[in-house]
């Protein structure tokens, strides 16, 4: 069976942190960017970062402007897994976060494949 599983969400308070996994199933993450995105109660999902794959030139990393300095994204191929390490956390980050296997490299917007989402709840 093809699919993301995203883990990692929970309940944490402003300033925390945490760290979001996306575990692909069924066919190599590695051929893909992967996509983090997320989408707040009665907002439309938004991309957060982009990693590209490690088979695609120049190693590329982008974030929205509303997490830069705060969120960095990564992978490990071998575990056929990326990740969202999201550091001082603000009540606006709350949202259900998504993962996404890209095609091509970032910034694409053609996804293959969606994860389920998890949610993340900022609050004291």
């Known amino acids: 069976q093809l699919q993301l599983v995203e883990s990692g969400g929970g309940l944490v308070q402003p300033g925390g942190s945490l760290r979001l996994s996306c575990t692909a199933s069924g066919f190599t993450l590695d051929y893909y960017s992967i996509g983090w995105f997320r989408q707040a109660p009665g907002k439309e999902r938004v991309r957060v970062s982009c990693?590209?794959?490690?088979?695609?030139?120049?190693?590329?990393?982008n974030y929205a402007d509303s997490v830069k300095g705060r969120f960095t994204t990564s992978r490990d191929n071998a575990n056929n897994t990326g990740y969202l390490q999201m550091n001082k956390l603000k009540p606006e980050d709350t949202a259900v976060y998504y993962c996404?296997?890209?095609?091509?490299?970032?910034?694409?917007?053609?996804?293959?494949?969606w994860g389920k989402g998890t949610l993340v709840t900022v609050s004291s």
């Open positions: 990693i590209s794959s490690s088979s695609m030139p120049g190693g590329i990393t």
């Open positions: 996404a296997a890209l095609i091509g490299n970032c910034p694409s917007s053609l996804v293959d494949y």
